[in-house]
């Protein structure tokens, strides 16, 4: 059974552009989850999609959006880009909202911002 | 606002010497406490989910427990492939926020 599967791996940018991430949850799985994973802040929640309505956020600015499609694939965007948003981007699925909870995460997508 | 403290931030072993690492924390309504596994490089994998107060699960050298207010990961004579950071996260307030991290314990296991 495949895992969670992030693209890009590894990507650099420059301040003020954007980017787009994406990530596909384990087959049968309904629910994406973000997570932003940095040395001195650990991994704080970005946010939640299930049945492709968002369904929870953490506490980031508007800058950072997401979506997620009818196959349960998903996306995130980081608008205007800051040196600060460099990070290993982590999305994680499961089956779904109710449950138990357990997440799978995936390699994650490391962005640098130059 | 849900917290969760890990210590020690590091912990160093020689192979064979069996060491706790501990999870503290405040959470409104627990749904569920989770221990995962990070290599360098790679996402989180997942180990172990506790519910409630008393429960143990194991798995080869890994023990996990839990209390009221925090949980413990007993590694039993560890090999330097049981190298790792160890991450505790919690579920709760209704899972309204999605899990709360701890900033891991990086464990050591020299040969």
């Known amino acids: 059974k495949a895992g969670v599967t992030q693209t890009p791996r590894y990507l650099i940018k420059t301040r003020g552009q954007q980017v787009t991430l994406s990530c596909s949850p384990i087959?049968?799985?309904?629910?994406v989850s973000w997570y932003q994973q940095t040395p001195g802040q650990g991994l704080q929640f970005l946010f939640e999609y299930f049945s492709e309505t968002q369904r929870n956020k953490g506490n980031f600015p508007g800058r950072f959006s997401g979506r997620q499609f009818s196959n349960s694939r998903s996306e995130m965007n980081v608008s205007t880009l800051e040196l600060g948003d460099s990070a290993l981007y982590l999305c994680a699925s499961r089956l779904g909202l109710s449950g138990t909870g357990e997440l799978f995460f995936g390699e994650g997508s490391r962005l640098t911002v130059l | 606002e849900d917290q969760v403290t890990q210590s020690p931030e590091a912990l160093r072993l020689q192979e064979g010497e069996s060491s706790s690492l501990n999870c503290s924390y405040t959470v409104s309504g627990l749904r569920g406490l989770f221990w995962y596994r990070q290599d360098p490089g790679k996402g989180p994998e997942f180990l172990f989910t506790l519910y409630s107060a008393g429960e143990e699960k194991e798995k080869e050298r890994l023990k996990a427990t839990l209390t009221k207010k925090e949980s413990f990961l007993h590694i039993t004579a560890p090999k330097p492939e049981d190298s790792a950071t160890y991450l505790c996260a919690t579920w709760g307030g209704g899972g309204a926020d999605g899990l709360t991290f701890g900033k891991g314990t990086h464990l050591i296991i020299q040969p």
């Open positions: 087959s049968g799985h309904r629910s």
